[in-house]
């Protein structure tokens, strides 16, 4: 008989070899504690947080907390059904008005995470006979989302847009076509352009979706996401977007101006059969959204965060992702893996938590430590960062 997990044998050997060198499983980390969005007590140890995606620190908001302790005492702690059938409540219509007012948008759709809002929307509008344009780096999300589908799937190569112009040529006039990208690359932290790609998504017909999980109420005027700060919003016909990241809760959605998107409620799998945020989450994330359009100074300062971040790492001599600075998150590279690991584990030995990713979820094979920087870590905060990232990168030799 065929031993159905014979497939995972090289992974599961490579995480033994990894814990014989005596490095700590990278997934054993427990948060015991939560103090603030930057600080928690993990494995019994304070923690300084780095690796959250907590980019606008809304976990411990008063308002986004109240709202939600609100809705938990007026309507109990969960939905028991779909959207589609009673698992809509006043939280649910209030979340998807206030991402319309975020967006300026016609329309909004919420689902149970960001993952079912790629997945659903993705697999939904692309059909048999289409085609799916999207860069090679994209989310897990967004490759589930085309799998799920009968779309043809065509890649093209990372940020590259004389690439993309080169794919959609080759394809038959006709045929309906969607280019998916990302605002912000949630390995390397870079930024799409954009302005280049949707210009030449539109010249050859096609209809654009863009994934501003990593970029949502941090960057754009007024938090929108990359497409607003180099403006062309207007042209983008789908938002996906995630309340895990900036909004601090759990849940997904797409918003979208096409006059039929509606439709969408009746025909997309993930949002008919599946059961419904609860209310207290759908309250939270509506007060938090709010607040995000007026947190113009916390950008700021999360800017600032970032800026001394990247600086200060480059200067200590780590290889860096990005040349400069182009969003929150920071990604360090590593040698390789086992080095990788050795350096997370004494961040996390020394009170520093930050993520671990390595091949397949990262580009290019590269092993790299993701800083996920929030607007609630101080000055001294971001220093102190810097002097435990000194002192576990000489003693892993890492830097010398």
């Not at 499983?25 to 603030?36: G, I, N, Q, R």
């Not at 809509?88 to 008005?97: A, K, N, P, S, Y």
């Not at 779309?151 to 190569?157: H, I, K, L, P, S």
């Not at 789908?238 to 025909?267: A, D, Y």
């Amino acid at each position: 008989m065929t031993d159905l997990f014979s497939k995972f044998d090289p992974l599961i050997q490579q995480r033994e070899n990894l814990l014989a060198t005596g490095v700590r499983d990278p997934f054993s980390l427990v948060m015991d504690e939560v103090k603030s969005p930057t600080v928690a007590v993990c494995n019994g140890r304070e923690t300084i947080l780095l690796g959250t995606y907590n980019y606008m620190g809304m976990t411990f908001d008063p308002d986004v907390i109240a709202a939600g302790k609100k809705a938990f005492d007026e309507f109990g702690a969960g939905t028991t059904g779909s959207r589609v059938l009673n698992g809509t409540f006043r939280d649910h219509r209030d979340v998807e008005e206030a991402l319309k007012e975020f967006y300026a948008m016609d329309h909004a759709m919420v689902f149970s995470t960001g993952y079912q809002a790629n997945l659903g929307i993705i697999s939904t509008i692309a059909g048999k006979g289409d085609f799916i344009i999207l860069d090679i780096d994209s989310h897990a999300s967004i490759y589930d989302g085309c799998k799920m589908g009968d779309a043809e799937v065509v890649a093209f190569r990372h940020n590259d847009v004389e690439a993309l112009e080169k794919r959609l040529k080759r394809l038959p006039p006709e045929a309906g076509k969607l280019v998916v990208l990302e605002g912000v690359y949630s390995m390397l932290g870079d930024v799409a352009p954009l302005k280049e790609m949707i210009r030449v998504s539109k010249e050859a017909g096609a209809m654009v979706l863009v994934d501003e999980a990593h970029s949502m109420g941090f960057i754009g005027e007024h938090g929108r996401g990359v497409a607003e700060e180099q403006g062309v919003i207007d042209d983008v016909d789908f938002i996906i977007g995630t309340f895990s990241k900036s909004v601090g809760t759990v849940g997904g959605f797409c918003v979208s101006n096409h006059p039929k998107f509606e439709v969408m409620r009746l025909v997309c799998r993930p949002y008919v059969f599946t059961a419904a945020l609860p209310p207290s989450v759908m309250a939270s994330s509506a007060t938090s959204i709010r607040k995000l359009m007026h947190g113009s100074n916390k950008r700021a300062h999360l800017w600032e965060n970032s800026k001394t971040l990247h600086k200060g790492l480059r200067d200590l001599g780590f290889k860096l992702g990005t040349e400069t600075p182009q969003s929150a998150i920071i990604a360090v590279i590593m040698p390789d893996l086992e080095r990788g690991a050795m350096m997370w584990a004494t961040l996390l030995e020394n009170g520093l938590y930050v993520n671990l990713a390595r091949p397949p979820a990262t580009p290019a094979g590269m092993t790299l430590l993701r800083c996920s920087l929030c607007a609630e870590h101080t000055a001294e905060q971001v220093s102190d960062i810097l002097k435990r990232f000194e002192i576990a990168g000489r003693a892993t030799g890492i830097i010398s």
